[in-house]
């Protein structure tokens, strides 16, 4: 599976839009990428996943570049039930996590 | 709820004892993951199973083995149990085995306590 970047952490204030960006330049054609979140003492949830285009749902957009070497997800509005390890994964056989990104938000 | 059920939550233990840990995945999916998430090292994977069939193997031990049955729940066999291996364990489900489009439903974990 490849490999994905993301940064250790990241902080927002309330009610504000995250942007939580990933890099994967070694995406192959066929992998998605998907996005997944980790509250405290919880399995991983599922957020959001694409291929080329940008996607959106209930909890989140992602934005895929064009060369689909990067991807950002967008968290509208934070709320501190946000708080949690969001990681980037590219969709194969294993689906491997990396260390994902620890978003905090401030009241 | 992900509807993904794994049992027990907790387990405590000694060293050299043997456990098994029990997933009942999403109903209709017939993929099962298992991650090994520990303090220090993050989110294992472990193995894959698809349709009773073991179909990726990650970082798994020689003394881990694991099923998926006729019905699709999975058990995942811990045996010699070490310190190092307390950590919570996770099962997931998909719908496909090769499925990349589809999302992957994590249960809650077992925490595995080895004394």
């Known amino acids: 599976d490849a490999k994905t970047t993301q940064p250790n952490s990241m902080e927002s204030n309330e009610e504000e839009p995250v942007h939580l960006p990933c890099n994967h330049s070694?995406?192959?054609?066929?992998?998605?990428i998907h996005w997944y979140r980790q509250l405290p003492s919880q399995g991983p949830e599922y957020v959001i996943h694409?291929?080329?285009s940008n996607v959106n749902n209930r909890m989140a957009s992602l934005a895929i570049a064009e060369d689909r070497k990067s991807s950002t997800l967008i968290l509208h509005r934070a709320t501190l039930r946000d708080a949690a390890v969001y990681y980037c994964i590219l969709r194969g056989n294993m689906l491997t996590f990396g260390g994902g990104t620890r978003l905090m938000v401030k009241p | 709820d992900s509807g993904v059920t794994q049992t027990p939550k907790h387990l405590i233990t000694a060293t050299g004892q043997r456990v098994t840990l029990r997933c009942s995945p999403r109903s209709g999916d017939l993929s099962v993951y298992w991650y090994q998430q520990s303090l220090d090292q993050g989110l294992q994977f472990l193995i894959h199973y698809y349709n009773g069939e073991e179909r990726a193997k990650g970082n798994i031990l020689e003394r881990f083995s694991a099923q998926q049955f006729p019905d699709l729940h999975s058990e995942l066999n811990l045996s010699s149990l070490e310190l190092g291996d307390s950590a919570l364990y996770f099962c997931a489900s998909s719908v496909g085995r090769l499925s990349y489009n589809s999302p992957l439903h994590f249960g809650n974990g077992t925490r595995l306590t080895v004394t």
């Open positions: 070694t995406i192959s054609g066929t992998d998605y």
């Open positions: 694409g291929l080329t």
